[in-house]
């Protein structure tokens, strides 16, 4: 039981740090660079990263450059595992996105609603970036740095714009990099077993 209230104690320290940060940031949310880069921020948005990642693929595939073409593979094989966890966590947790929960309150509990203001956690356009960025930077080490400040711009960007929760944001992270992970063993486990003849 020590173990339960200990994990209690967090995450309620953990929501109480988010809404300090919030209210803090949320009065710059109407500011036109703030508004300004989040629509620019919206190129992380899962339609714009897939036909992205799918573009690099295809292109890789019609100049016959593989390496290219492995590179957008691993964007998309990334970013759909990334979008997929997001999603699974997304709808068994009810969280109010910070502008919403700046007006109406703030509550945060297991559920499955869809509705937008009930969606914060965790960040799926910072678990989408992140698991492209690293994708790219796995295959062209030249790009990490550029593709690494753009994921990092995408997820630090929905905090002043009251999309996100500092938690949303770092959980949001933390997937995109496993993802990453996760399916660039995949990807170099079939490549091992298909040059293997196995």
Known sequence: MKIVETLKDTVSAVEAADLRVTRALAPHRHK????????????????????????????????????????????????????????????????????????????????????????SFPSGHTAGAVAVAEAVAREAPALAAPMRLFAAAVALVQLPRAKHFVSDVVVGAAIGWASERAASAAIDAAERRLTSGN
């Open 32 to 119: 036109p660079e703030v508004r300004e880069a989040g629509r620019w921020s919206e190129i992380a948005d899962q339609p714009p990263l897939i036909a992205i990642s799918a573009g690099v693929l295809v292109a890789g595939l019609v100049i016959r450059r593989a390496g290219v073409a492995r590179t957008g593979g691993r964007m998309l094989a990334a970013h759909l595992l990334a979008t997929g966890v997001k999603t699974t966590i997304k709808r068994s947790i009810d969280r109010t996105r910070p502008d919403e929960a700046l007006e109406e309150g703030y509550r945060a509990e297991p559920g499955d609603s869809e509705a937008h203001e009930l969606s």
